[in-house]
Protein backbone atom coordinates (compact mmCIF):
# COMPACT_ATOMS: atom_id res chain seq x y z
CA UNK A 1 0.00 0.00 0.00
CA UNK A 2 0.99 3.32 -0.57
CA UNK A 3 1.67 6.41 1.84
CA UNK A 4 1.55 9.80 0.98
CA UNK A 5 -0.62 12.44 1.79
CA UNK A 6 -3.79 11.70 1.56
CA UNK A 7 -5.10 8.31 3.10
CA UNK A 8 -6.04 4.74 1.77
CA UNK A 9 -7.38 1.34 3.08
CA UNK A 10 -5.43 0.22 5.55
CA UNK A 11 -4.66 -4.11 6.07
CA UNK A 12 -6.40 -5.78 8.14
CA UNK A 13 -7.69 -4.50 11.62
CA UNK A 14 -6.67 -5.60 15.57
CA UNK A 15 -8.42 -8.83 16.50
CA UNK A 16 -8.40 -7.39 19.92
CA UNK A 17 -7.72 -4.70 21.61
CA UNK A 18 -7.09 -4.17 25.50
CA UNK A 19 -6.85 -1.20 27.53
CA UNK A 20 -3.65 -0.71 28.91
CA UNK A 21 -3.97 2.82 30.68
CA UNK A 22 -6.43 5.73 30.64
CA UNK A 23 -6.93 6.33 26.36
CA UNK A 24 -3.96 3.69 25.51
CA UNK A 25 -5.37 0.27 23.98
CA UNK A 26 -2.61 -2.54 23.37
CA UNK A 27 -3.02 -5.41 20.47
CA UNK A 28 -2.41 -8.74 19.77
CA UNK A 29 0.91 -8.09 18.43
CA UNK A 30 1.78 -5.38 21.69
CA UNK A 31 1.32 -2.30 19.63
CA UNK A 32 -0.45 0.24 21.14
CA UNK A 33 -3.02 2.60 20.01
CA UNK A 34 -4.31 5.79 21.22
CA UNK A 35 -8.44 6.07 21.76
CA UNK A 36 -10.38 9.18 22.23
CA UNK A 37 -14.28 9.14 22.39
CA UNK A 38 -16.48 10.89 20.29
CA UNK A 39 -20.36 11.67 20.44
CA UNK A 40 -22.17 12.46 16.98
CA UNK A 41 -25.79 13.45 17.03
CA UNK A 42 -25.95 11.27 20.34
CA UNK A 43 -23.95 8.05 18.72
CA UNK A 44 -20.88 7.20 20.73
CA UNK A 45 -17.77 6.24 18.32
CA UNK A 46 -14.51 5.67 19.12
CA UNK A 47 -11.46 6.96 17.12
CA UNK A 48 -8.53 4.30 17.15
CA UNK A 49 -5.51 5.27 15.88
CA UNK A 50 -1.98 3.09 16.19
CA UNK A 51 0.68 5.04 17.46
CA UNK A 52 3.53 3.80 19.20
CA UNK A 53 3.98 5.00 23.15
CA UNK A 54 5.88 3.25 25.90
CA UNK A 55 3.83 0.41 27.66
CA UNK A 56 4.87 1.21 31.02
CA UNK A 57 2.60 -0.46 33.96
CA UNK A 58 -0.88 -2.14 33.02
CA UNK A 59 -3.23 -0.58 35.47
CA UNK A 60 -5.89 -2.72 36.34
CA UNK A 61 -9.63 -1.73 34.46
CA UNK A 62 -10.98 -1.60 38.35
CA UNK A 63 -8.29 1.49 38.75
CA UNK A 64 -9.21 3.45 35.35
CA UNK A 65 -12.01 6.12 35.86
CA UNK A 66 -15.33 5.51 35.19
CA UNK A 67 -15.49 5.57 30.93
CA UNK A 68 -18.15 5.24 28.20
CA UNK A 69 -15.34 3.44 26.16
CA UNK A 70 -14.91 -0.38 27.25
CA UNK A 71 -11.99 -2.30 28.61
CA UNK A 72 -11.81 -4.65 25.38
CA UNK A 73 -12.82 -5.16 21.80
CA UNK A 74 -12.91 -8.17 19.92
CA UNK A 75 -12.97 -8.62 16.15
CA UNK A 76 -16.15 -10.74 15.47
CA UNK A 77 -17.93 -11.23 11.90
CA UNK A 78 -18.80 -8.98 9.31
CA UNK A 79 -17.21 -5.43 9.75
CA UNK A 80 -17.79 -5.47 13.37
CA UNK A 81 -16.40 -5.43 17.07
CA UNK A 82 -18.11 -6.89 20.47
CA UNK A 83 -17.02 -4.99 23.28
CA UNK A 84 -16.35 -6.39 27.00
CA UNK A 85 -19.98 -4.67 27.65
CA UNK A 86 -20.97 -7.50 25.27
CA UNK A 87 -21.57 -4.11 22.95
CA UNK A 88 -21.65 -4.12 19.01
CA UNK A 89 -19.70 -1.61 17.42
CA UNK A 90 -19.40 -1.26 13.69
CA UNK A 91 -16.24 -0.17 12.13
CA UNK A 92 -16.74 3.31 10.05
CA UNK A 93 -13.58 3.58 8.54
CA UNK A 94 -10.27 1.27 8.62
CA UNK A 95 -7.73 3.52 6.90
CA UNK A 96 -4.12 4.84 6.77
CA UNK A 97 -4.09 8.78 6.99
CA UNK A 98 -0.46 10.56 7.03
CA UNK A 99 0.92 7.38 7.43
CA UNK A 100 -1.19 6.37 10.86
CA UNK A 101 -3.38 3.53 10.60
CA UNK A 102 -6.95 4.86 11.90
CA UNK A 103 -10.11 2.80 12.74
CA UNK A 104 -13.20 4.76 13.51
CA UNK A 105 -15.74 2.48 15.04
CA UNK A 106 -19.84 3.35 15.77
CA UNK A 107 -21.89 1.91 18.62
CA UNK A 108 -24.70 0.00 16.89
CA UNK A 109 -27.98 0.61 18.95
CA UNK A 110 -29.89 -2.64 19.62
CA UNK A 111 -33.47 -3.09 18.70
Known amino acids: MEEGE ?29 VAP ?8 ARIRRIPVPLGEAVRPSRLPASRLPHMWQLSEGLQYRDSNSRIWGIEHHLMIMGVEELLLRLLTSN
Do not use: N, S
Open 6 to 34: GGGDAQVPPVRLWVRRMGVYCDETQATWL
Open 38 to 45: EEEGGTLK
